[in-house]
């Protein structure tokens, strides 16, 4: 996936995770200063917070592109 691809999901995610009542005011604001690591970092834990919202294969596809370890919220 392409840089433009890459942030097109991300902010579709966000948008999900909103429109599903989920507080990302944080990750929106990383978002929009482009600090998309940090943003994802929110969407990745929110995603595990309320599964079922997000596509889990697109959620992966975001953080293996990003190349984002996983490994601390995953505990």
Do not use: N, W
């Amino acid at each position: 996936m392409d840089d433009k691809e890459a942030i097109s999901l991300h902010e579709k995610q966000i948008m999900a995770l909103v429109a599903a009542g989920v507080d990302m005011s944080m990750d929106q604001e990383f978002f929009h200063v482009g600090e998309y690591d940090l943003a994802l970092e929110g969407v990745y834990v929110a995603h595990k917070k309320h599964p079922g919202v997000l596509d889990a294969k697109e959620v992966r596809a975001l953080v293996d592109d990003f190349g984002m370890d996983t490994a601390e919220f995953d505990r």
